[in-house]
C-alpha cells in the first residue's frame, strides 16, 4: 500500500510530461512531412558530395 502513494503522483507526472511532448512536437512541425523526410537525407548527402569533388 505504501509503495502506491509513490506510483500513482510518478505515473501521473509521466502522463503529463507525455502529453507536453506531443504537444510540443505538433507545435514545432515535428510531423509536418512524414513522407519526404527520409528522401531528403539522401538528396542533401548526394549535394554535400557534388560540393566536394568539383
Same mark, same amino acid.
Not at 500513482?8 to 509536418?32: D, G, R
Given at each position: 500500500?505504501?509503495?502506491?502513494?509513490?506510483?500513482?503522483?510518478?505515473?501521473?507526472?509521466?502522463?503529463?510530461? &507525455?502529453?507536453? &511532448?506531443?504537444?510540443? &512536437?505538433?507545435?514545432?512541425?515535428?510531423?509536418?512531412?512524414?513522407?519526404? &523526410?527520409?528522401?531528403?537525407?539522401?538528396?542533401?548527402? #548526394?549535394?554535400? #558530395? #557534388?560540393?566536394?569533388?568539383?
Amino acid at each position: 500500500m505504501p509503495s502506491l502513494y509513490l506510483l500513482i503522483p510518478l505515473s501521473l507526472v509521466l502522463f503529463v510530461f &507525455a502529453i507536453w &511532448a506531443i504537444y510540443y &512536437a505538433v507545435k514545432s512541425n515535428q510531423f509536418e512531412d512524414l513522407d519526404n &523526410a527520409p528522401e531528403q537525407i539522401i538528396l542533401d548527402d #548526394r549535394q554535400e #558530395r #557534388r560540393k566536394h569533388h568539383h
